[in-house]
């Protein structure tokens, strides 16, 4: 199983960037999809999550401006990055949990990078 994911860039402070991941490979089912970043001398942290039961959580520095959803058909979760502010600046990475035939694990994309910066 891999994932790969795409969409960052440099946006000014209020602009808007949509990333995506997508995971190919021998998959059953694919869990929880979230979105994770890590910032320059600081903890990765939790941004977004999708369940596969349909809910999403927030981190409370981005709700209300950033949007998850997932496309089950395609293997593939987004997030839509709306007013963006500098404190945004991170690498973002993707991770999902998935089960194949074998087992079940978490997986991670290769990170990209978003950087908010007028």
């Known amino acids: 199983v891999q994932l790969q994911a795409s969409g960052g860039g440099l946006v000014q402070p209020g602009g808007s960037l949509r990333l995506s991941c997508a995971a190919s490979?021998?998959?059953?089912?694919?869990?929880?999809m979230d979105w994770y970043r890590q910032a320059p001398g600081k903890q990765r942290e939790l941004v977004a999550r999708?369940?596969?039961?349909?809910?999403?959580n927030y981190a409370d520095s981005v709700k209300g401006r950033f949007t998850i959803s997932r496309d089950n058909a395609k293997n593939t979760v987004y997030l839509q990055m709306n007013s963006l502010k500098p404190e945004d600046t991170a690498v973002y990475l993707c991770?999902?949990?998935?089960?194949?035939?074998?087992?079940?694990?978490?997986?991670w994309g290769q990170g990209t990078l978003v950087t908010v910066s007028s």
């Open positions: 991770s999902m949990l998935i089960t194949t035939t074998t087992t079940t694990l978490d997986y």
């Open positions: 999708s369940t596969n039961g349909g809910s999403t």
């Open positions: 490979g021998s998959i059953f089912r694919i869990n929880y």
